[in-house]
């Protein structure tokens, strides 16, 4: 078991997602952030898909009930185990009585804490993943909350220390241009693309809302629903563009201004409030390049991974 | 035909999903759906797609493996040329509905509106035959086509911060049944307890783009 102590701003269990009930109007869920989520796994012997515990912007803590094997990755929110510091992308042996916390995220805003077997949990639509809009998925269907106890496999054994490094980060996010184009006229994918935007307090896991002075992107288009999913960039009347996330809605009826490319979804994932962002329009053959680059980084580490284990 | 020899628009959306528009098509809009639903179904005997999401005369797909989107882009464009609108041929559920009352506190409003009286709209409204275009704004919840225009009624000037599970409502020219407890700004004017969603059910959604619906009597509560 793991004691929720303090789940900070939002902490929930995740895995890779619920997929193939989009068309039901059920959203995706799952990790903001596959790719910390996935070596935090790996790191601790954990298939990818396995329950992960997502933390946001930090200010958390759990406590171990049993001896186990953790990995944190993504944003680091300087934690400690019992007031030791310990670093994303390495995995750890906890003793049974351990306390986990975490400060603030300096960069980044999610951070995953991947447990060796992962989190004893029950699949709704072949996920654990929490879905908080809809109410189902994890313990049960809300954020972790104090006092929640985590059911995990007890392990201790002996598990050699391994590290891993990310994928490097970008700050400039490449978009895939939209199919409403000719409505919106060519200033808005300037503008768009030529802007700086924040983002702002009103975002979370369905959506992040952007900002900026001097919008210029006012419309008064309606269209018929079309479907979105995660990384379309809706634009709303009042000319704040609307990215969606996991937890976003399967249908909308706002103009499209593109959509984030597959590589850098989760790179945007992990802006928090505050953060400004800036967007470059890219070709197709550009994000399938980078969604290449990413795989062989995960491919890398598998290799990597693989010798340690023979040696 | 003329839908056969015009053609929607089919547009990459991302490296691994596609989009079918026919908004821009003039034709009647209940027989494009109908393609839609079509569409889907011939889409489905694929295990290419990880998600196959129709909504208002559109289709997106969203593909497993990304190198094959120009072709799944070219046999989209195939397919639509070759689907009749009747290929699909979608389930018929009956909603059985408790009327007025608690269980539709708008029902007076509606009726006034429109110069019904309560029983004329509980009946415009149950002799309707719905037909569900598509799923979308929260799990299970069915955008029908088939509002009787003697019920169109515009939306509440200020929105229910909960309308419950389960409410049957009316919103501009359409109506619809809340799966879920939620906002919104429809008038309810009735009450079913059929079971829209459950997430432990396999299917978790009874219904499903492309079935079609009545709405049954079961008692006016007047």
């Known amino acids: 078991m793991i004691t929720v102590i303090k789940p900070g701003m939002q902490m929930t269990i995740q895995d890779l997602g619920r997929h193939g009930y989009r068309h039901l109007g059920i959203a995706q869920s799952g990790a903001l952030d596959p790719y910390a989520m996935i070596i935090a796994n790996r790191l601790v012997g954990n298939d990818d898909n396995q329950s992960v515990i997502e933390i946001t912007l930090g200010l958390a803590q759990l406590q171990f009930q049993c001896a186990t094997v953790i990995a944190l990755h993504g944003a680091d929110m300087q934690a400690k185990l019992d007031g030791v510091s310990i670093y994303p992308g390495w995995s750890y042996p906890v003793e049974q009585g351990q ?8 960069q980044g805003f999610r951070s995953y804490l991947a447990i060796k077997g992962g989190i004893d ?3 709704v639509m072949n996920s654990t993943a929490t879905d908080i809009a809809a109410g189902f998925g994890g313990l049960t269907g809300a954020p ?5 106890q985590v059911p995990i496999t007890p392990f201790d054994g002996n598990w050699p220390q391994r590290g891993a490094i990310a994928p490097a980060k970008r700050s400039v996010i490449r978009v895939h241009s939209g199919p409403h184009q000719q409505l919106l006229s060519q200033q808005f994918s300037d ?4 802007t700086k935007w924040q983002v702002s307090p009103q975002s979370n896991r369905m959506g992040v809302r952007l900002s900026t002075e001097h919008n210029q992107l006012m419309h008064t ?5 079309l479907a979105v999913s995660p990384g379309s960039i809706q634009l709303t009347p009042s000319g704040e563009p609307i990215v969606l996330l996991n937890d976003g809605q399967t249908t909308g009826g706002y103009p499209l201004l593109g959509t984030i490319i597959s590589a850098d979804q989760h790179q945007f994932a992990q802006l928090k409030p505050g953060d400004f962002v800036i967007f470059e329009f890219v070709n197709l053959a550009a994000a399938n390049t980078a969604q290449r680059k990413l795989d062989a980084h995960l491919q890398q580490l598998t290799i990597a991974l693989k010798n340690l284990s023979i040696r | 035909m003329d839908q056969q020899t015009i053609s929607p628009t089919i547009s990459v959306l991302s490296n691994n999903s596609i989009l079918l528009d026919a908004t821009a098509l003039n034709d009647d809009s209940l027989s494009i759906q109908k393609k839609i639903w079509a569409l889907v179904q011939q889409c489905n005997t694929s295990d290419a797609f990880i998600d196959v999401v129709p909504a208002m005369h559109s289709l997106t797909v969203y593909l497993i493996d990304p190198t094959s989107l120009a072709h799944w882009q070219a046999q989209l464009a195939l397919w639509w040329a070759n689907i009749n609108p009747h290929d699909y041929q979608g389930k018929h559920h009956k909603i059985i509905t408790q009327y007025g009352g608690d269980y539709g506190p708008d029902l007076d409003y509606v009726a006034e509106y429109h110069n019904l009286s309560l029983q004329q709209v509980i009946d415009i409204h149950s002799q309707g035959h719905y037909q569900v275009l598509f799923l979308g704004f929260q799990p299970g919840f069915a955008y029908l086509h088939g509002l009787n225009s003697q019920l169109h ?3 509440r000037a200020q929105p229910r911060t909960r309308v419950p599970k389960g ?3 009316i919103g501009a020219n359409q109506t619809a049944i809340y799966p879920a407890d939620s906002p919104g700004g429809w008038h309810i004017i009735g009450h079913s307890d059929f079971a ?3 997430s432990e059910n396999t299917p978790p959604c009874a219904i499903q783009p492309g079935d079609t619906l009545q709405f049954v009597t079961k008692e006016s509560v007047l």
């Open chain 1, 99 to 106: 306390t986990l916390t975490f400060a603030t995220a300096r």
């Open chain 1, 121 to 123: 949990c029950h699949a």
């Open chain 1, 144 to 148: 972790l909350q104090a006092n929640d």
């Open chain 1, 191 to 194: 503008f768009f693309a030529q």
């Open chain 1, 221 to 225: 288009h309606s269209l018929p629903s």
């Open chain 2, 153 to 155: 009624t515009p939306r």
């Open chain 2, 167 to 169: 409410s049957v409502a």
């Open chain 2, 196 to 198: 829209l969603f459950d």
